[in-house]
């Protein structure tokens, strides 16, 4: 089987791991640190905003199972594409929402994705969502990993109170 990699940036990067899980075809995915310039930062060194780097989410997957065109659907269904300085509650650079192409393929798909939610006029202001090269991902901490299942009821907290949950439930019913 030959598999393929994804990585999205979406804010809090609990908050990306489980919509994706979900999808048949994805094999695995993991929450880490991508776009900066610092080697293997830690969760202290990114939240310092000190970085440049990105809480993202990479993700394995199985291309004849699931297109990445798919990916990208369930990506921009679980951000606020027009905020530039963060998500929900999160302020801050390494809450930024970016797409990390891994190809020219997947390049040009999230140009398309991007290109075509701009023109539904879903959302009032400029689509912010960065496209950019993948770089070096580091993952997370393991007690990031996994964190809605090991901690449901505070991610659900969390997911209700950041905001997101509200705004998605508007925007996408």
């Not at 939610?117 to 770089?135: C, D, N, V, Y």
């Amino acid at each position: 089987m030959i598999v393929k990699k994804a990585t999205f940036a979406g804010g809090c990067f609990w908050c990306m791991e489980p919509p994706f899980e979900k999808i048949s075809g994805v094999i695995r995915v993991r929450v880490g640190y991508t776009g900066g310039y610092v080697n293997n930062p830690s969760y202290e060194d990114v939240s310092s905003g000190k970085t440049g780097h990105f809480e993202a989410v990479e993700i394995t997957y199985d291309p004849s199972a699931v297109d990445y065109s798919t990916l990208l659907e369930v990506f921009w269904r679980n951000i606020d594409p027009t905020d530039c300085d963060g998500q929900f509650a999160d302020r801050g650079q390494q809450y930024r929402t970016a797409i990390f192409y891994h190809d020219e393929k997947q390049r040009r798909k999230a140009e398309k994705s991007k290109k075509q939610l701009q023109e539904t006029r879903k959302f009032s202001g400029e689509i912010a969502t960065k496209i950019l090269p993948a770089q070096e991902f580091y993952p997370a901490e393991e007690y990031h990993q996994k964190y809605a299942t090991k901690n449901p009821q505070q991610y659900h907290m969390y997911l209700m109170l950041s905001g997101r949950k509200r705004f998605l439930k508007e925007k996408w019913k």
